[in-house]
């Protein structure tokens, strides 16, 4: 039986907080609700979206132009009281490097490099973008969404 992906839309706790629709939010993943569910409730996060910024890129399987929309923006206080803003992409740990490729058949193998190939082109034209907005971005994976 296969495993059902959790998606919905998030009803906001601090709607003050959310910087585009506040009722349109929604999340493709159960790690996506719990980020939603931790940035809306830490008192540390001024400002967020998800899905809300749109960073065009080449991408590779077509050559053509797409927008990739970052998974989260995102404003904070450290515990330093230093002000950042980061792009946030949420994804599962083996699909932020280029894949090996060994002991999986012909069609796993292909699928994995065209996915890894299009992640790759948007992080690229995402830490650009972040780089002339002097903005961080980050990869959030279960390694950190579960500590």
């Not at 009722?23 to 609700?33: A, F, I």
């Not at 012909?106 to 690229?124: C, I, M």
Request: proline share 5%.
């Amino acid at each position: 039986m296969a495993r059902r992906v959790r998606q919905g839309k998030y009803t906001l706790i601090h709607p003050e907080k959310y910087n585009g629709n506040p009722n349109n939010v929604r999340y493709m993943s159960s790690w996506e609700l719990n980020f939603h569910k931790f940035l809306d409730n830490n008192k540390n996060i001024l400002e967020w979206s998800s899905e809300e910024i749109k960073i065009p890129y080449l991408k590779p399987t077509t050559g053509r132009v797409h927008m990739y929309l970052p998974d989260y923006w995102v404003k904070y206080v450290t515990t330093n009281g230093e002000l950042v803003e980061e792009i946030i992409e949420v994804k599962p740990d083996k699909e932020t490097r280029a894949p090996r490729g060994t002991g999986k058949n012909k069609k796993t193998q292909l699928y994995e490099q065209l996915t890894w190939a299009v992640n790759d082109a948007k992080w690229k034209a995402a830490e650009l973008y972040c780089k002339t907005k002097n903005i961080k971005f980050r990869i959030i994976t279960e390694k950190h969404l579960f500590k």
